[in-house]
């Protein structure tokens, strides 16, 4: 059988007999058939082409795209944003957390919103498999950032620094009391346990854990924590000049300083009074004026037994004994200068009242009203009648 086909791979020599010698007639049917079988085929060919066409826009509209997912997401995850971080590297974690698709579509959300570079380090609270743009809001709202936040306030001794710690991030006190025992090893220098005055030197994180609020990342150790605080401490007392100011304006050690400082928080009951306290305790150690040189501040009593484990008592409470303890060594009663250590956490405005206390001879002081305002006197006599005056207004 010859078909067109078959024409087309003859030798042009015979070419011309077969289509001038006679042909055979074609069957009734076959040249039907053939044209039949020839539309299939290029239906076919037609269909396959189309599809084809169709896999292929499916798959490049898919590839030019960004892949993200659609809506909120689902579940919880707890992701960082460490400081420093690029769009780039948030987007790198998300995509590891399972929060969104790709990072090319959070960086492309992250290149939209001009508030995403407002994104805070820290801690935040998203959900899995949600668009890029709504993890981009999620990191932007404070209300997801996870942290434990915690207030220690001024005066607060390291026990009950350590309690308010504890009840906070539900870490046993026992490990920040065995973190505490070495305060070098949290970050306090070494030269701040020096002292000018002659006393042996008590080395403790008493005064070092600064008070203020902080918010610490999930999983921080008790040690981590209390090195915060030291770090904040220091960076206080630098700002200060504290170091060099105690130095060079009163001449003693900065832990010297550091003590008085913790004194004038205990016994200050106003702000306003926390420069003129540390000059009496000044006055009354270094100026040679004043009894044997002792504080004879309640306050160190207390400590000592908090310290111990002991009740603590109310100044009006303490009898002589109480007072003139022997054994007890921050009774600043029975024994002259300052105690052995700080006896609590002072915070900046009794830093700086210990650096520049207030000018002024005053040996005593007593609290005279409601508001903790205290009155301040040269003498006896006059401390005396600021005592009639305590009393008058219910205080004493």
């Known amino acids: 059988m010859i078909d067109e086909l078959e024409l087309a791979f003859e030798d042009q020599s015979t070419r011309g007999r077969h289509r001038r010698g006679a042909r055979k007639k074609k069957p009734k049917g076959r ?37 993200d997912y659609a809506g909120p997401g689902t579940g919880e995850v707890v992701v960082q944003v460490k400081s420093g971080h690029t769009a780039s590297d948030i987007a790198e974690t998300l995509v590891a957390a399972g929060v969104v698709k790709s990072s090319a579509a959070f960086v492309e959300a992250a290149t939209a919103n001009p508030r995403s570079k407002n994104i805070q ?20 709202d404070l209300k997801n950032k996870v942290s434990q936040k915690v207030t220690i306030p001024e005066g607060r001794t390291a026990k009950q620094t350590y309690t308010l710690l504890a009840k906070a ?28 005055d002659g006393k042996r030197v008590t080395r403790s994180i008493e005064g070092f854990l600064f008070p203020q609020t902080y918010e610490f990342d999930p999983g921080s150790t ?39 400082a913790s004194m004038a928080q205990a ?12 000059r009496v305790a000044y ?38 004994a109480d007072l003139q303890d022997p054994k007890n ?33 005053w040996l005593y002081f007593v609290a005279i009203d409601k508001q903790g305002h205290s009155a301040f006197a040269e003498t006896l006599a006059q401390h005396e009648r600021n005592i009639e005056i305590a009393r008058k207004n219910g205080v004493l």
């Open 222 to 260: 008790a040690k981590e924590m209390l090195t915060v605080m030291v770090q904040q401490f220091l960076g206080v007392a630098q700002e200060l000049k504290f170091v060099e100011r105690v130095q060079n304006d009163r001449k003693i050690s900065p832990y010297e300083a550091l003590i008085v």
């Open 169 to 196: 991030t539900k870490i046993p006190v026992g490990e920040f009391e065995a973190a505490a025992r070495d305060p070098e090893a949290l970050g306090v220098p070494d030269f701040w346990f020096k002292r000018d």
């Open 329 to 361: 060594p921050y009774s600043t009663h029975a024994h002259p200068g300052l105690p052995p250590t700080p006896i609590n956490n002072p915070g900046q405005l009794a830093l700086q009242g210990a650096m520049s206390p207030t000018p002024g001879k």
């Open 121 to 140: 380090p820290g801690f935040y609270r998203l959900r899995q498999q949600m668009a890029a743009a709504g993890a981009v809001e999620l990191l932007l």
């Open 267 to 278: 016994e200050a009951g106003n702000p306003d009074d926390l420069a003129k306290v540390a």
């Open 31 to 67: 040249g039907g058939g053939r044209s039949f079988v020839a539309l299939l085929v290029a239906l076919l060919m037609l269909g396959g082409l189309a599809g084809g066409a169709w896999y292929g826009y499916d798959r490049l509209s898919g590839f030019f795209s960004t892949p």
């Open 283 to 320: 006055n009354r150690v270094y100026s040679g004026d004043f009894p044997c040189s002792c504080l004879q501040f309640d306050v160190t009593v207390n400590y000592y037994w908090e310290l111990t484990g002991k009740k603590t008592k109310a100044s009006r409470e303490m009898t002589t």
